[in-house]
């Protein structure tokens, strides 16, 4: 079986590399969000430093996986749905895996609303992501 070119065992690991990015992204607004994502400025920052990071993750797509450039829109397309299909699953069922637990416990409205913006983060980077792969295929 192939997907866009891409053999089984390409593709598990493309999709297995997504969950793995999903979970850094997690525990990035689950750490550093009271810092990041607790002012104006910081939100926007973190949006700007979004762009080149995605850059960064399509490249390791195409190094780790030795893709040619007719499987790179396929593969980073099947490692942004797998990240995004986590984020889904963990923002509906499991919320509190974005929540910083010691800004949890003085202030839970802020930790939430800490953890919708870092989850927009999550989107907004997988959109970029998705946008640098189509400019470079």
Not at 89 to 112: C, H, M, Q, W
Not at 121 to 136: K, P, Q, R, T
């Amino acid at each position: 079986m192939t997907l866009q070119g891409l053999s089984t065992a390409k593709a598990c690991g493309l999709a297995a590399y997504g969950c793995v990015l999903w979970g850094a992204a997690a525990l990035t607004v689950r750490h550093a969000g009271p810092a990041c994502y607790n002012t104006d400025l910081g939100k926007t920052l973190m949006m700007v430093a979004a762009v080149p990071g995605s850059y960064i993750l399509v490249r390791s797509v195409d190094k780790l996986f030795s893709l040619s450039s007719k499987e790179r829109l396929a593969a980073v397309t099947l490692v942004t749905a797998s990240a995004l299909i986590m984020d889904g699953l963990a923002v509906t069922g499991f919320p509190s895996i974005y929540e910083n637990e010691s800004l949890k416990a003085k202030n839970v409205d802020l930790a939430r609303s800490i953890a919708r913006d870092g989850t927009g983060w999550v989107f907004f980077g997988a959109g970029v992501g998705l946008a640098i792969a189509l400019v470079i295929s």
